[in-house]
């Protein structure tokens, strides 16, 4: 069984000009083409094989920030790897709504490929023996601990070309995980803004807010604003009804009154 290492890299800015300045023979192939996202050229990551390419490998391993993508270790022919990957790119969810899967971001993957157990994996990883990037999740970057992750596919030998022929439905596991990455992204975006919280800490409020039946963006900021500025106050069980506004400042007034001395850690 032939063996094949490969980089699927993300679309950026520089891409093109780093890929031939690096690139012995970078050949690169357009995901997208071939796919219902073809007119979308500019946008689709590039398949290149890392064998005829040491000197961009080696980019991508020293400096993989500057390189988003993932690193395949395949068995089989290139075109029943190109296959499976085009075919993964859309899937099915909630129920039966359809939709583009960018696994190729380091960010996404970071989520997507971990929700996978023994039973899902061999579906979504196909003939890839070895799957590699670099990143983490939105809270793995607030934390500082990005670092290169690796998923293992035991069953990538018994895979073959046409195993799959319908598009995929995502499981409630790994939608459930594409939610969080949204989220998160949610979340990181405030977070970043401010300062003497931890990233948990903040997710636990996030939570709290949505529970009490804050859902768009501006409620669930101020509501974050609100139990920040508060951190030794005690929430409360329930809010009364109203509007977000009047549900916003009933939170305030309780936050206010419910101040304790204890010490919070962040």
């Known amino acids: 069984m032939s063996t094949g290492h490969w980089l ?3 679309r950026t800015e520089h891409l093109l000009p780093d890929l031939y300045r690096l ?3 970078p050949d690169p192939i357009r ?3 071939g796919t219902e996202l073809a007119a979308c050229e500019e946008e689709s990551p590039l398949l290149i094989d890392a064998q005829a390419n040491p000197s961009l490998l080696a980019a991508v391993q020293n400096e993989p920030a500057s390189w988003p993508g993932l690193q395949l270790e395949i068995t089989g022919p290139t075109e029943g790897l190109l296959a499976h990957l085009r075919h993964i790119l859309f899937i099915r969810f909630d129920q039966e709504r359809r939709g583009v899967l960018r696994y190729s971001r380091p960010r996404t993957a970071s989520y997507f490929f971990p929700a ?3 039973e899902t994996r ?3 990883l196909g003939p890839i023996q070895r799957l590699t990037w670099y990143g983490g999740t939105w809270h793995d970057r607030a934390d500082g601990r990005e670092a290169w992750q690796h998923i293992e596919n035991r069953q990538a030998q018994e895979w073959h070309s046409g195993t799959t022929t319908h598009e995929l439905h995502l499981p409630p596991r790994q939608e459930q995980a ?3 990455q949204q989220g998160e992204h949610f979340l990181y975006q405030w977070w970043e803004r401010q300062s003497g919280i931890a990233f948990k800490r903040a997710w636990d409020y996030l939570n ?4 009490a039946g804050f859902v768009t963006a501006e409620s669930l900021h101020t509501y974050l604003d609100l139990r920040h500025a508060s951190p030794h106050a005690t929430s409360p069980d329930v809010l009364p009804p109203g509007t977000n506004q009047e549900r916003l400042d009933a939170l305030a007034r309780h936050l206010t009154q419910n101040t304790t ?3 919070s850690s962040v």
């Open 31 to 33: 995901l997208f083409d």
């Open 116 to 118: 996978n157990d023994e």
């Open 23 to 25: 690139g012995e023979n």
């Open 122 to 124: 061999p579906l979504w």
């Open 178 to 180: 594409l939610q969080r």
């Open 261 to 263: 001395d204890k010490e």
């Open 8 to 10: 699927l890299l993300e």
């Open 208 to 211: 709290a807010g949505m529970q």
